[in-house]
């Protein structure tokens, strides 16, 4: 079934409210393989609300929208659907007989206690000729369903904790019974890190072109803070007949991704930097400038990390360097804090100071002005272990937040393709 989201509200045209709704239900429509190609945010405005309807039901079987059903005067979804319906609104007697009991219940408890509410309260009752009303259990604003042209229109409140069950537990069923025999939808995410977007697109396209014509499974990929996720999507009759479609594309994208996949679904990297040492009954600890922290945050998130990781220290401060991780001054004089040279010393440094296996350090830029005639987003990485001392250099592409958080996934990668290319030492 092709469905078309659309939220209603100049709160969200405004940025006052993010649009987390949709969000939200692009996952739960994925999930149960509706094409969904279209979301859309619209003022409060009737007429835009009816044209908006109309033209997505020209592209689509379904329209729903969220938003827009409370009882205000900016409340004009009711009318947007009766606008593109053509028809006038009704007030239903049933509901309003309902919202009265809940608004006299409210008067006598709660916060309104004491209180009358304001017939405004009642257009809530109202609904379009022909539309029928979906129950609200958890708020006043009732849903609404309505045949329109050859599709259906869908109309929900905005408030999520409202949202959530009107559409799981009326707007999804219907949605699956007009559409006809179910089909399971199933993704596999492959994660990648240290190489651009475009790149791993590239790895792929001879996969693609293939599907292309077929279009099951499909792929798509999706980039954040210097990794790559590339998610395949398949719907079969059952989970295991689309598991089955998913996987030799999955065979095809790890040859061609090497050692740039690091793990799949919910994978971490500093998960999986994390299982590679335990694996290999080592240990780690961490030296940081730029970052200030954030790569041993990382690191301690992952429950367990207490077995592997031994500790970090953060040297921000020149002086610092030399004074808690032992880099020689001459260096640090010579060289610069932001160097390869500093990097090594300082990961050789931490090894050193808390007794692990592996140090790993991370000195640079963060910005926002250059710093020892550096650039902003220069970073050197230093990595020092049983099979003897790497560096890496990386000129990162973001502004000072995205750069620390950039430098975070680069110095993981690092350690990770290390370890991966490195057996482990006997002894």
């Known amino acids: 079934m092709r469905v078309e989201l659309l939220a209603v509200g100049d709160e969200l045209l405004f940025g006052d409210i993010v649009n ?8 739960q429509l994925a999930d149960v393989g509706a094409l969904l190609r279209m979301s859309t945010v619209v003022g409060d405005d009737v007429e835009m609300i009816a044209t908006r309807i109309t033209e997505g039901l020209g592209r689509a079987d379904a329209v729903i929208l969220t938003g827009g059903l409370g009882p205000t005067q900016d409340d004009l979804t009711r009318e947007g659907i009766a606008r593109a319906a053509g028809v006038g609104l009704r007030r239903d007697a049933f509901l309003e007989a309902m919202l009265r009991r809940r608004f006299r219940a ?44 050859d599709g259906v229109v869908y109309a929900m409140p905005g408030v999520p904790h409202e949202m959530y069950p009107m559409f799981t537990e009326s707007v999804l069923p219907d949605l699956l019974r007009r559409a006809g025999e179910p089909a399971v939808v199933v993704h596999r995410v492959l ?14 396209a001879g996969e693609i072109d293939r599907l292309a014509p077929i279009g099951n499974p499909t792929i798509a990929f999706l980039a954040s803070n210097g990794q790559t996720r590339i998610r395949i999507s398949a719907r079969a009759g059952d989970r295991a007949a689309a598991y089955k479609i998913i996987e030799p594309v999955e065979e095809a994208a790890r040859v061609a991704l090497g050692i740039a996949l690091y793990g799949v679904d919910d994978d971490s990297l500093e998960g999986t930097v994390l299982r590679l040492l ?62 390869t040279q500093a990097a090594e ?15 790993l350090a991370v000195t640079g830029v963060a910005g ?48 990770r393709r290390t370890l991966a290319v490195h057996p482990c030492q006997p002894g």
């Not at 304001?118 to 045949?147: F, H, S, W």
């Not at 890190?193 to 697109?201: K, T």
């Not at 010393?345 to 140090?359: P, S």
């Open 20 to 27: 987390g709704n949709a969000a939200w239900l692009g996952r």
């Open 106 to 149: 409210l008067a006598r408890e709660g916060p309104a206690a004491g209180s009358q509410a304001p017939e405004m309260n009642y257009r809530q009752a109202d609904v379009p000729e022909g539309a029928e009303p979906l129950p609200n259990e958890v708020g006043t604003a009732p849903g609404i369903r309505m045949k329109i042209m």
């Open 191 to 204: 994660r990648t890190a240290g190489v651009w977007e475009s790149v791993v697109a590239q790895a792929l």
């Open 278 to 339: 335990a694996d290999r009954g080592e240990t780690l600890a961490v030296a940081e400038s730029l970052t200030g922290g954030l790569l041993a945050g990382r690191l301690t998130d992952v429950p367990g990390a207490s077995a592997v990781f031994r500790g970090g220290v953060v040297t921000y401060a020149t002086d610092a360097k030399a004074s808690l991780l032992g880099v020689d001054a001459e260096l640090l004089a010579t060289s610069g804090a932001v160097s």
């Open 345 to 359: 010393a300082m990961a050789a440094g931490v090894r050193d100071l808390l007794g692990a296996t592996h140090g």
């Open 368 to 415: 926002p002005t250059e710093l020892e005639g550096k650039p902003v987003g220069t970073l050197h990485i230093g990595m020092v272990g049983p099979s003897g001392a790497l560096t890496r250099s990386v000129q990162l592409p973001g502004d000072r937040p995205r750069n620390r958080a950039y430098a975070v996934v680069q110095a993981l990668d690092a350690l």
